[in-house]
Nanobody
Framework: VQLQASGGGLVQAGGSLRLSCAAS????????IGWFRQAPGKEREGVTS????????YYRGSVKGRFTISSDGAKNTVYLQMNSLKPEDTAVYYC??????????????????WGKGTQVTVSS
């Protein structure tokens, strides 16, 4: 089982980045895929999720209207388009696979599979 996250980088405030999470080794449609982030000195938190089987999404309040999650079943890949980035979005971003029942609360201890993180840095 593997989740491969990519696409992080350094961007100025107000800029955009797109993250990708490529999944392999498990049945993509059996899980929800979430994006999580961990800022320095803070706990990892759930940001957004998608159920690839029906496209239902969830967004944390602080990213609503700025972030968009999507999935491509043919590529077993989930994307996170991040617009209007703010310095407080700076964190290591991780993708994780978890059972659908957890996709609206995104508890980190319910993630079955984690990808390696990708750093997102937003300068002011």
């Amino acid at each position: 089982v593997q989740l491969q996250a990519s696409g992080g980088g350094l961007v100025q405030a107000g800029g955009s980045l797109r993250l990708s999470c490529a999944a392999s080794g498990f049945i993509f449609y059996d899980y929800a895929i979430g994006w999580f982030r961990q800022a320095p000195g803070k706990e990892r938190e759930g940001v957004t999720s998608i159920d690839p089987s029906d496209g239902n999404t969830y967004y944390r309040g602080s990213v609503k209207g700025r972030f968009t999650i999507s999935s491509d079943g043919a590529k077993n890949t989930v994307y996170l388009q991040m617009n209007s980035l703010k310095p407080e979005d700076t964190a290591v971003y991780y993708c994780g696979a978890l059972r659908r029942r957890w996709r609206l609360t995104l508890p980190t201890d319910r993630v079955d599979y984690w990808g390696k993180g990708t750093q997102v840095t937003v300068s002011s």
